[in-house]
């Protein structure tokens, strides 16, 4: 593949809601422009951009592949981006690479959740996008009713610049409604449609659109609105310019329709692309910190070379796989470039472009154009690599924190010894998943967006790296903790043949509120224990609330004051004193009231406005206690505190109550009181496996 110049190349993030046809528009799109020699399918498993095992058995993409077309001189480098909410977390990563979006819409279903989202994302990143009615092939599909969801969600900004010829099985083509032509096609052709007049019967509905069309492009620039109310019309040249100012300073949002699955309306799209996306050296840049300044450093090909990492991926065979956007300068071949971020340096061996899972070597590449590179040490995504002496670093992109963990155990011995290293080449490429251990519980727990998401990781383990590892829910890291004083005597007196233990401490006890952990203090006076014997008391304390009193679950937030005791010239001792300190902690338990402690979520759903109601009814049998809501557009945010203990299904019940419209997202808020019901279930359960663990050991 030849190598491309910044002002010819265009970066774009195709995004949607799951199954809105991403991937099959990729598809076309790489097929019309001579990418592939055939139309590949998602349900045949061989389309370029879903390549992964666990894509093609599931058929949905779980994470951002890239792709090349090349048409009308332009290089269109196509990020194709996972749509289900499970997953969404790699779209916002991905987006950072992108200088445009085409936005999905089902021609059944209109605007979805996730579509909001995705369109948010754009909004961060302030990318400029298109929005493509797809599916309009479908039974019940409707160009103008999923036109009205659009500009219901996004504003009267989002104007029809096509529209359909046909519809549901007749969907045979697009009308242009800015060169007032009509494109028909083939089904399953090569995307190239046959250019010829508009139907008489659609005629009336076209000039009403172009009308539209020309009064949103005038609005915004003051030549064309003279123009247009001194000549009531504009021409075909001056609405081509004005529609690309509008789409680059977004604030037009221009809507085409197709059907990806029978590649109708793909070569206006490609023409779209190379007409109207801004190339890199045309936008206002990247956000960047030079020398602890922050700035944004713009696209250009006569500085030193830097590049930022925007996605990493683990093969098996050809090792880590390094995706990155050069902002600066030009990446050449077998270059000696410093890692920033790590303080290393990489040597580029084998720059590539990637084509789904292949990667086309190619010997530099330029200014705002993406590349691929196997193999380098240390580099991981969010890195900034740049030429010796520069001194900037490009931020990476902040993911959420994973909002469900599970228990992750090895099947076999085997497994485990392997375990480590199989998650940690996943994390490398998985940016929104933890893995880390529990010190109360002492499970492994891998953490990620859902459970669909941790269970992919758990496939992946065993097809790449074959380690079978098993999921359980996590234990609940329950607390014990006291509501009442105690005032109590801890004294071990034992007399042997030789040396006895002798050890007498009087404590008070009191709770300290939630998050106060322990404290210790010491109000000896006249020397009633030596001071050398205090640490002991302390430790005693210490290490007998860390096994709890209720439940076995570690005590806090109390207060232990040490004021009185007695000691013996030759029978006293540190572990004397550290026995007395235990039996006074069991003491002090039978007065201080000691209760159990849960962890409370904070929890944040984004659904449908219909299943508000349900969902509320839904959090308040779950303990939860409704804290906020807020209505975007069809979707409602509902913000809730509900114990951990209650979440562990949600995922899946959330599934179910909306039909995998909703998504979630939870993170650890504080602990408190188990109500006295639960409490009593808890602690019979404990003694139980108390009890069990006994007998085995007999």
Known sequence: MKVYESKDIRNVGVVGHGDSG?????????????????????????????????????????STAIAVAEWKKAKINILDTPGYNIFINDTRAALVAADSTLVLVDGVGGVEVQTEKVWQF???????????INKLDRERADFFRALESVQANFGRSAVPV?????????????IDLVRMR????????????????????????????HEALIEMVAEGNDALMEEYFEKGALSAEQIVEGLRQGFREMRIFPVLCA??????????????????????????GVAAIVNDQETTRKFNENEPPSMFVFKTMADPFAGRITYFKVVTGVMKNDATIQNLTRGTSERLAHISVPQGKTLQPVTEVRAGDIGAIAKLKDTLTGDTLADKGVNLVYPPVKLPEPSIA?????????????????????LEEDQSLRFYRDAQTREFLLAGSGQQHVEVVVSRMKRRYGVEVTLKAPKIPYRETIRGNADVQGRHKKQTGGHGQFGDCWIRMEPLPRGGQFEFVNEIFGGAIPKNFI??????????????????????DFRVVVYDGSYHDVDSSELAFKLAARKAFRAAMQYAKPSLLEPVMNVEIQAPVEYAGDLM??????????????????????????????????????????????????????????????????????????????????
């Open 22 to 62: 991403k991937t099959t528009l990729t598809a076309g799109l790489l097929f019309t422009a001579g990418a592939t020699n055939r139309l590949l399918r998602v349900d045949e498993g061989n389309t370029i951009t879903d390549f992964d095992e666990e894509e093609v058995s599931r058929k949905i993409s779980i």
């Open 122 to 132: 754009a909004d961060d990143y302030k990318l400029p996008r298109a929005v493509i």
């Open 162 to 174: 096509q529209i359909p010829l046909g519809a549901e099985r007749d969907f045979a083509g697009v």
């Open 259 to 284: 059907s990806a699955l029978h590649n109708i309306g793909a070569d206006l799209i490609l023409n779209f692309i190379a007409e109207n996306v801004p190339s890199p050296a045309e936008r206002e």
């Open 617 to 698: 009814g839904d959090l308040n049998g779950r303990r939860g206690r409704i804290s906020g809501m807020e209505t975007k557009g069809s979707a409602q945010f509902i913000r809730a505190q509900v114990p951990m203990a209650e979440m562990l299904s949600y995922q899946s019940d959330l599934t179910a109550m909306t039909q995998g419209r909703a998504s979630f997202s939870m993170e650890f808020d504080h602990y408190d009181f188990v109500p006295a019901l639960q409490a009593d279930k808890i602690v019979a359960a404990a003694k139980a496996a108390k009890e069990g663990e006994e007998e085995e050991e007999e």
């Open 182 to 209: 009509a494109f028909t096609y083939t089904p399953d052709g090569d995307g190239k449609g046959k250019e010829g007049d508009i139907p008489a019967s659609l005629a009336d509905a076209a000039q009403k659109a």
């Open 406 to 426: 599970f228990a992750i155990q090895a099947s076999s011995r085997n497994d485990e010894d392997r375990m480590g290293n199989a998650v940690h080449r996943i």
């Open 535 to 556: 640490p002991a008391v302390e430790k005693g304390i210490i290490e007998t609330a860390e096994k709890g009193f209720l439940a076995g679950y570690p005590m806090v």
